[in-house]
């Protein structure tokens, strides 16, 4: 099977904010939003215990040799007013006891 060496699926945090923007090579494509489970280790008490955090995170499919350019997201709650330029919706996570619908401001190019 031949491989195109510069294309590669990347993960981009998503923070939990009304507005955010992430830094990505041009043209990349979002292929998934979810929470990823990990492991932090905390400081109790007594010692360090392991914790399962929940982050939420896309998967996008970029070219690392293209240029980056800045692309700019909504992140909506459930039930609220949706923005006038949010033009795409790229994904729906949970996180905690809310749900959150990930915009992007302009069509993706």
Not at 23 to 32: E, G, T, Y
Not at 55 to 74: L, S
């Amino acid at each position: 099977m031949e491989r195109d060496q510069d294309v590669k699926i990347f993960k981009y945090p998503i923070p939990i904010a009304d507005e955010f923007s992430i830094k990505m090579p041009k043209n990349s494509v979002i292929l998934h939003v979810a929470n990823q489970e990990q492991e932090e280790n905390r400081l109790s008490s007594v010692d360090y215990q392991a914790v399962k955090i929940s982050a939420p995170c896309m998967w996008v499919k970029v070219n690392t040799v293209a240029p980056d350019e800045e692309r700019q997201f909504y992140l909506v709650g459930t039930g609220h007013p949706l923005p006038v330029d949010a033009a795409y919706h790229v994904g729906t996570f949970g996180h905690g006891q809310f749900i959150w619908h990930v915009f992007e401001k302009e069509s993706p190019t």
